[in-house]
């Protein structure tokens, strides 16, 4: 194969794998409908904050900020193939692990654009570096920030993920936002 077919194939997979995470754009983070939120966040919303809060955090923590939002935006990139699963069926479905996902979902790019995301994905699962662990954090302060923000609007059902996410987080500066943002209004910010 001469180089401009190979390069020719190498941006077709970048191109399949962006339309791919289009539909995250599309997709619903489900576990929401069971605490009666009819029209919830996508995943690409949810995983944008992820990434924001994950560079804060990091930030904060003496950690790389960018390499934890990288994670974060990455975090549930998976859930093109497999949706997003919610708390209460996971006990009852098996879905291939998140890195061999993303490795069929990179393949085809070129070797180091698909190892960047492979290696993103494998860390943040993994929970070993301090950036993982602000990364992990972020996804469930965002949890429980998008819990604020829904029973702020009068969604009643919401006290079980704010309670999880808050017992699941492992740095104080997430510690401390979260409880900061379980006093504060979610409009807070327009009052200053």
Request: aromatic share 6%; proline share 3%; with cysteine.
């Amino acid at each position: 194969m001469s180089t401009d077919d190979q390069e020719q194939k190498e941006a077709a997979a970048i191109a399949a794998f962006s339309f791919e995470m289009g539909v995250l754009k599309r997709q619903r983070r489900s576990g929401w409908w069971h605490a009666g939120v009819r029209d919830p966040e996508s995943i690409a919303e949810h995983s944008l904050r992820v990434a924001q809060l994950a560079g804060i955090i990091a930030a904060a923590e003496g950690a790389d900020p960018a390499r934890a939002a990288y994670m974060g935006l990455w975090h549930d990139s998976q859930e093109t193939r497999i949706g997003d699963i919610p708390h209460s069926a996971k006990p009852y479905v098996q879905a291939r692990g998140n890195t061999e996902i993303t490795a069929d979902q990179v393949a085809g790019m070129p070797e180091s654009v698909a190892n960047s995301v492979i290696d993103a994905v494998g860390e943040y699962e993994s929970r070993e570096s301090l950036e993982a662990i602000c990364a992990h954090d972020a996804d469930k302060l965002e949890c429980l920030i998008q819990a604020v923000e829904y029973r702020d609007i009068g969604v009643e059902r919401v006290q079980s993920w704010i309670d999880s996410s808050r017992a699941a987080l492992k740095t104080e500066t997430a510690q401390r936002i979260a409880d900061v943002a379980l006093t504060i209004s979610p409009l807070s910010w327009r009052e200053k």
